[in-house]
């Protein structure tokens, strides 16, 4: 599955947070009190995609999505 660049920006950012704190990242924040804020394409096609389940603020990571994410950190991992 090709992903647009918006939509790998959310899985990148997941992980970053996966690969800093060594825990599994399943939640990922769509919106915060900062002013930071997910792509609305990138979180509507990983939706549309079965990969997110968004709720507001928040959303949270689908089997399908955390195999992604893993896919993404391979990917990383492999371009060293």
Same mark, same amino acid.
């Given at each position: 599955?090709?992903? =647009?660049?918006?939509?790998? =920006? ?6 970053? /947070?996966?690969? &800093? &704190?060594?825990?599994?990242? @399943?939640?990922?924040?769509?919106? %915060? %009190?900062? #002013? /930071? !804020?997910? +792509?609305?394409? #990138?979180? !509507?096609?990983? =939706?549309?995609?079965?990969?997110? +389940?968004?709720? #507001?603020? @928040?959303?949270t990571l689908t089997d ?6 893993? !896919? ?9």
């Open positions: 599955m090709a992903l =647009s660049d918006k939509a790998l =920006s959310i899985l990148t950012f997941a992980a970053y /947070h996966q690969l &800093s &704190s060594g825990m599994i990242v @399943r939640d990922v924040v769509l919106e %915060d %009190d900062a #002013g /930071h !804020k997910a +792509e609305p394409e #990138g979180v !509507k096609e990983l =939706s549309d995609a079965g990969l997110l +389940e968004a709720n #507001g603020k @928040r959303g399908e999505g955390e195999t992604m994410l893993e !896919k993404v950190i391979a990917a990383i991992k492999g371009a060293g």
